[in-house]
């Protein structure tokens, strides 16, 4: 059995797609802090499976335990957490409180039934502004935001608790951009009000909710002056989860992306073109915080778990705003 924290939220309930399809059996925890009841129902559609759900937040170490005795999980793949950079910043304590509570509760629940295989959801965000590209696993790390601090401090955690009991298997996974929706356009991202990140908010804009895209800069040393960042469809990521759980082996750390860098307007551009819609934008001033460009080295991943994405940044378009057009 697989425990699947966060397992009703974005990436979550796309790794459950491939996990059903790779016939593993899953529970799900959440607390419904950044997803909806309603995706329970659309996993079965997608699936035809009942998904044992716990409407539980992790750091209710007597609800957790519960899960640990009711079912035999072999291993946690763990998504839930914060997410919001800009939130990150103005609540700085909720975001440690949540995010690494949440996970040494896990963790210390997860000694305590002998459950010593986790995978990590990292974010390349720990990399910080890397000296060179592409992005490789051994880059020096720093986070310029609480958010990606918390992720940081976890992967540390981690590796302590790897060190004092290495019975763990623990797997790392920093993604990239993760974007796009499950073929079905079921399930895909769901932000609520207005989102931090492009794709959702082009997608609003196609939709009408939103007006205009601003688009954060177009002064970079960049291809067209905007910001590049390697993108990659979340049914590829969830596809590098399966493979990380065929291949859990001690203590691994693994880039998930594709290895090429996309900026803003092509992005746009791309989003046009394949949905055939016009997206309103206007340059404004750089974000505080961001960096130019971001694309990951993937040979780790390919060498060691076959993983390699491919789904195309046009899949990634169409797919995005499938999922808002079955959904609004
Ligand atoms: C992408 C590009 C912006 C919005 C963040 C987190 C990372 C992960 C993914 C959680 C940049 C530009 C954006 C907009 C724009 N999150 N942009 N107009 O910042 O690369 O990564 O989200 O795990 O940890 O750091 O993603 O989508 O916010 O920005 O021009 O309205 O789009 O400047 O160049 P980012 P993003």
């Known amino acids: 059995m697989i425990l699947v924290t966060g397992g009703l939220g ?4 796309h790794t459950i797609v491939e996990l059903i399809k790779n016939n593993y059996e899953v529970v799900v925890v959440d607390n419904l802090s950044n997803s909806k009841r309603e995706v329970i ?52 304590l909720m975001y440690y409180r949540n995010n690494i509570d949440s996970t040494l509760t896990l963790l210390e629940v997860m ?3 002998n459950c010593f295989n986790i995978i990590f959801s ?25 958010y990606g601090s918390t992720k940081l401090f976890i992967e540390q955690i981690l590796k302590d608790l790897y060190t004092s009991n290495n019975k763990f298997n623990i797997t790392i996974l ?21 989102p931090n990140n492009l794709m959702p908010y082009i997608v609003k804009v196609a939709t009408g909710e939103l007006e205009i895209l601003s688009v954060f800069g177009d002064d970079y040393d960049t291809v067209d002056g905007t910001g590049v960042r390697d993108y990659i469809h979340v049914t590829d990521l969830a596809r590098g989860h399966v493979l990380s759980l065929k291949n859990q082996n001690g203590l691994r750390i693994y880039n998930l992306g594709t290895g090429h860098g996309t900026s803003v307007l092509e992005l746009v551009n791309t989003f046009e073109k394949v949905n055939n819609i016009k997206i309103n ?8 915080g961001d960096i130019a460009e971001c694309f990951a080295s993937c040979d780790k991943a390919f060498k060691e778990l076959g993983f390699k994405a491919e789904k195309t940044i046009e899949d990634m378009c169409r797919d995005a705003y499938n999922y808002v057009k079955n959904n609004e």
Request: glycine share 8%.
């Open 10 to 13: 974005y990436i979550g309930s």
């Open 41 to 92: 129902d659309k996993l079965k559609k997608i699936t035809g499976k009942d998904i044992p759900v716990y409407i539980n937040d992790l750091c209710d170490k007597k609800a957790l335990r519960q899960i640990f005795q009711d079912n035999i999980i072999d291993s946690v793949i763990h998504f839930a957490g914060f997410k919001a950079v800009g939130e990150s910043v103005e609540k700085p």
């Open 111 to 113: 000694e305590e039934f």
């Open 122 to 146: 990292s974010s390349a965000t720990v990399y910080g502004s890397p000296k060179s590209l592409p992005i490789k696993e051994d880059f020096p790390l720093s986070t310029t935001n609480p």
């Open 174 to 194: 920093r993604y990239f951009n993760p974007i796009g929706a499950d073929e079905s356009g079921l399930i895909g991202e769901d932000p609520r009000g207005i």
């Open 281 to 288: 934008k206007k340059i404004v001033p750089r974000r505080p």
